[in-house]
Antibody, heavy 115, light 108 residues
Framework: QVQLVQSGAEVKNPGASVKVSCKTS????????IHWVRQAPGQGLEWMGR????????DYAQKFRGRVTMTLDTSIRTAYLELTSLKSDDAAVYYC????????WGQGTTVTVSS | DIQMTQSPSSLSASVGARVTITCRAS??????LNWYQQKPGKAPKLLIH???SLQSGVPSRFSGSGSGTDFTLTVSTLQPEDLATYYC??????????FGQGTKVEIK
């Protein structure tokens, strides 16, 4: 079955960077965009952007441009999200999602930003 | 960016009740509209895609309608397991697939 498994929780200092991974299985890796969505504590869902595994092309939400990078390692079917210059309000659960109509989601990765 | 506005922000209804959630887009998005259900501590689950297509495996008590700027998600007969927050999401704009702010559904 289609499955996304994300890396474990991270604790970072303000100003640092974080890199979250999303390992995929059960489908043709190049067939569907991989999206990244985050959710701050008690808040709603926020779409951050997407990457095309066929071409590597990315689309980033305006809010994150300049701080976010989405990449791939196609040899291991894994997508990555890197966010730099972390602030306290970047503390959130970060999700990857893919497949038809974003119907398959990872389990989420909690990023804590604290000094 | 296209803004998505849901109403109400929260509601409380009895088991067996009919529940309707509304989502309005700031511009026409045709039928590029998904609905998700999110239970506490869990990842979102796709319920409806393309405004009215029921995702495989989702109970038939869930339905979606609308096009252009106005959309609705209806739960025909509310069940205890439907306690969750529901989000709409537009997929019309390739630059940003924005979500609504969510509607929290509680059981009376």
């Amino acid at each position: 079955q289609v499955q996304l498994v994300q890396s474990g929780a991270e604790v970072k200092n303000p100003g640092a960077s974080v890199k979250v991974s999303c390992k995929t299985s059960g489908y043709t890796f190049t067939a569907y965009y991989i999206h990244w969505v985050r959710q701050a504590p008690g808040q709603g869902l926020e779409w951050m952007g997407r990457i095309n595994p066929r071409s590597g092309d990315t689309d980033y939400a305006q809010k994150f441009r300049g701080r976010v990078t989405m990449t791939l390692d196609t040899s291991i079917r894994t997508a990555y999200l890197e966010l730099t210059s972390l602030k306290s309000d970047d503390a959130a659960v970060y999700y990857c999602a893919t497949h038809t109509n974003m119907d398959v989601w990872g389990q989420g990765t909690t990023v804590t930003v604290s000094s | 960016d296209i803004q998505m506005t849901q109403s109400p922000s929260s509601l409380s209804a009895s088991v067996g009740a009919r529940v309707t959630i509304t989502c309005r887009a700031s511009q026409s998005i045709s039928t590029y509209l998904n609905w998700y259900q999110q239970k506490p501590g869990k990842a979102p689950k796709l319920l409806i895609h393309s405004a009215s297509s029921l995702q495989s495996g989702v109970p038939s008590r869930f339905s979606g309608s609308g096009s252009g700027t106005d959309f609705t998600l209806t739960v025909s007969t509310l069940q205890p397991e439907d306690l969750a927050t529901y989000y709409c999401q537009q997929t019309y704009s390739t630059l940003a697939w924005t979500f609504g702010q969510g509607t929290k559904v509680e059981i009376k």
